[in-house]
């Protein structure tokens, strides 16, 4: 499903797009016009695995970066996240950070 297709329910999964990290969050709640949506962060919990860093760049570059899996649970104490939907049909955070659907935790080891 794309982004501008996605017709977010309280308890679905959803990803904030930072510049190359992403938070899994889960929806909390809905706007009764369904253009605004709170995302609380989850608990997200890498699976057995460890970055490879070899010599290059400004300190190094880990080639094993995509191979990153993560397992998820909720975190009642999570930070909460407002999320509007734009004109394009995609959803962005008050700091303009655009919405996925589905969780897809990521750490960008190369930065």
């Known amino acids: 499903m794309s982004a501008p297709d996605w017709k977010p329910a309280v308890g679905d999964g959803a990803t904030i797009r930072h510049y190359s990290d992403r938070t899994a969050c889960t929806v909390i709640r809905i706007s009764p016009s369904g253009k605004t949506i709170?995302?609380?962060?989850?608990?997200a919990t890498l699976d057995d695995w460890k970055p490879e860093?070899?010599?290059g760049g400004f300190a190094g570059h880990c080639v094993n970066n995509a191979?990153?899996?993560?397992t998820y649970q909720p975190n009642p104490d999570g930070?909460?996240?407002?999320?509007?939907?734009?004109?394009?049909?995609?959803?962005?955070?008050?700091?303009?950070?655009?919405?996925?659907?589905?969780?897809?935790h990521f750490h960008d080891y190369n930065f």
């Open 67 to 70: 191979e990153q899996r993560y």
């Open 79 to 104: 930070r909460v996240h407002r999320a509007s939907l734009r004109k394009d049909g995609r959803f962005r955070t008050t700091n303009g950070e655009r919405v996925i659907p589905g969780r897809h």
């Open 38 to 43: 709170w995302m609380r962060e989850d608990i």
């Open 53 to 55: 860093i070899v010599p």
